[in-house]
């Protein structure tokens, strides 16, 4: 069943999107992230056009971010104070970002920087999570607890704020500045961030663990939305048929993985994550070194 | 020998224009054609098409001595194009400049009695433009590139070739009894919209003795033309619209597993 998208321009089967989108919704639903850091890959694969890739990424992962967050609201597991400061930051990152964008998509470098930026953002964060798994695992095996350091360079900063819900009282610029961070990488690499703002906020920022997902959830749809919106109006790249296609798929693979995740381990999971992240970095990396099979590129000269 | 080619086309063009107005000797020879749809309609599942062509020799004197060859060839609209060398630096593989080719059909297919080499003869392919090299013009080429702008154009044909958007069936054209002519053109799924042309090409003795030429609208319609316009004419609005229908399917969906698995 094949469908062909008004913007990309290009015809697809309807089936495979459904599934792709159904696919990285279980991870998400299982992970508590986005999922996007392997959509936008994908598509760009299937033969999507990279700039139409990461703008209707964006626009997928606001629905699947909204899923998400509905049952964390209810849950009430959301420090919505610590998510309007990411927010504020992450807005004025999605607008640096989607610039950025054009420039890059002009001077056609887009499929390099991002493929670059995959590389050292996958590969930090798999290797980091793969560490911190292991490390785990062999705590549990010998019974210690796990102690969080609480105090670090951060608590000297000024504008000092109290985030209840995160039991902390710490300055606004680190969670600005994570925001804003996450927010250039959505708009650049089509991705929620939540791949590398839970670790943040986990480890940097150090919030209570039971609202990090919901927190970054919140963020995440916010930056989604504008970002989906700025590329609309930038450069003219959301597929509004192939993003309802990712959406259908992704909402219902995320609520199959949310119905299997606490039937699994939570350390395993964890380390599958981590080796999945870390095998598109590897792939990603080994295309940008070999041999090209094919010299040339062709990009469409638009007006 | 392109660059030859090149340096004496307009020579060529000045000879070819002045034969033209002499009356051909085989005159009597007419097209006649028809295709087996006027237009293309790009709807949602729309997953490529076929135009079957077919027509017929028409004649007032009995046949002239000397083969009879067809060529039928769709191209769709010529738009400017950016090709980029793909270079190593500091170890990895970064696209290069971009050299743009002026023109070249987003789509071009051609079927023939034989290869265009044998029925076709070098004059009057550049003067009907029919094989490919005469439909990619690069003109204003950088400097740099002056010994290397075959690559270039040869790249674009060769990616085009293998997206399955130009290609070539020497022998795709069924005439019989020198008179009645037919064949078929795939038009593949990752079609751009435009006027594409067809043409019907009469030859003898590697001269053209007849054109028949027309023009199929190739247009998105429907919702695909409904979301492209507006994604161009109101992006703001198309661009909300989509934030909120991800909104929508994300409340549903957690609506619905609510609902059945409490």
């Not at chain 2, 051609?110 to 076709?120: F, G, H, K, M, Q």
Request: charge should be positive.
């Amino acid at each position: 069943m094949s469908v062909y998208l008004p913007i990309a321009e290009v015809s697809v089967n309807a089936l495979l999107i459904l599934g792709m989108g159904g696919i990285i919704g279980v991870l998400s639903g299982l992970f508590g992230v986005g999922g996007g850091f392997l959509m936008t890959p994908l598509l760009i694969l299937i033969g999507i056009p990279p700039a139409v890739a990461v703008a209707t990424g964006s626009n997928q992962i606001a629905a699947a971010s909204f899923s998400g967050l509905l049952g964390h609201w209810r849950r009430k597991t959301v420090d919505v104070k610590m998510g309007m400061v990411m927010l504020v930051g992450g807005v004025l990152g999605s607008a640096i970002g989607v610039q950025i964008f054009a420039v890059l998509l002009e001077i056609g470098q887009v499929e390099l920087v991002v493929s670059l930026l995959y590389v050292v953002f996958l590969g930090t964060v798999g290797g980091l999570m793969l560490w911190e798994s292991l490390r785990a695992m062999r705590r549990v095996r010998r019974g210690t607890a796990r102690r969080r350091q609480r105090h670090n360079w951060m608590h000297g900063l000024p504008f000092r704020m109290r985030f209840r819900q995160s039991n902390l009282y710490i300055s606004v610029i680190p969670p600005f500045a994570v925001g804003a961070l996450v927010g250039v990488l959505a708009a650049v690499m089509g991705v929620g961030g939540g791949f590398i703002m839970v670790p943040a906020m986990i480890y940097l920022l150090g919030m209570a663990t039971s609202v990090v997902v919901g927190t970054s959830l919140f963020q995440i749809l916010f930056v989604a939305a504008f970002t989906t919106l700025a590329h609309a109006i930038t450069n003219q790249s959301v597929d509004a048929l192939l993003a309802i296609l990712l959406i259908v798929g992704g909402v219902l693979g995320a609520q199959v993985g949310a119905q299997l995740g606490p039937r699994l381990r939570a350390e395993q999971l964890r380390i599958l994550l981590a080796l999945l992240v870390l095998g598109v970095c590897l792939q990603l990396a080994y295309d940008l070194l070999r041999l090209p099979d094919e010299m040339f590129v062709l990009e469409r000269v638009d007006g | 020998m392109a660059e030859i080619r090149t340096r004496i086309r307009p020579f060529l063009l000045v000879v070819t224009a002045l034969l033209g107005v002499l009356p051909p000797a085989t005159a009597e020879e007419r097209v006649v054609a028809r295709l087996s749809q006027s237009q293309v309609a790009i709807t949602t599942n729309f997953s490529g098409s076929e135009i079957f062509v077919y027509g017929a020799v028409r004649r007032e004197a009995p046949i002239p001595a000397g083969e009879l060859d067809a060529i039928i060839a769709i191209t769709g609209p010529s738009t400017p194009v950016l090709v980029r060398r793909k270079e190593q630096r500091y170890g990895i593989w970064i696209n290069g400049p971009g050299v743009q080719i002026d023109a070249a059909p987003s789509f071009y297919a051609v079927a023939a009695t034989r290869p265009l080499r044998e029925i076709l003869s070098f004059t009057e392919d550049m003067r009907h433009r029919v094989g490919i090299e005469e439909l990619i013009r690069l003109i204003d080429a950088p400097e740099w590139l002056q010994d290397d702008r075959a690559a270039y154009r040869d790249a674009v044909v060769r990616l085009r070739r293998a997206d399955g958007l130009y290609y070539e069936r020497p022998d795709g054209v069924l005439l019989s009894e020198a008179t009645l002519f037919e064949t078929t053109i795939a038009l593949p799924a990752n079609l751009v919209e435009g006027d594409y042309r067809a043409r019907i090409l009469l030859l003898r003795n590697k001269q053209v003795i007849d054109v028949y030429d027309e023009i199929i609208p190739v247009q998105k319609v429907g919702l695909e033309r409904f979301l492209f316009d507006l994604s161009r004419s109101d992006p703001a609005i198309y661009g909300i619209a989509s934030v909120l229908m991800a909104l929508f399917a994300g409340w549903m969906a957690s609506a619905l597993f609510r609902y059945f698995l409490p």
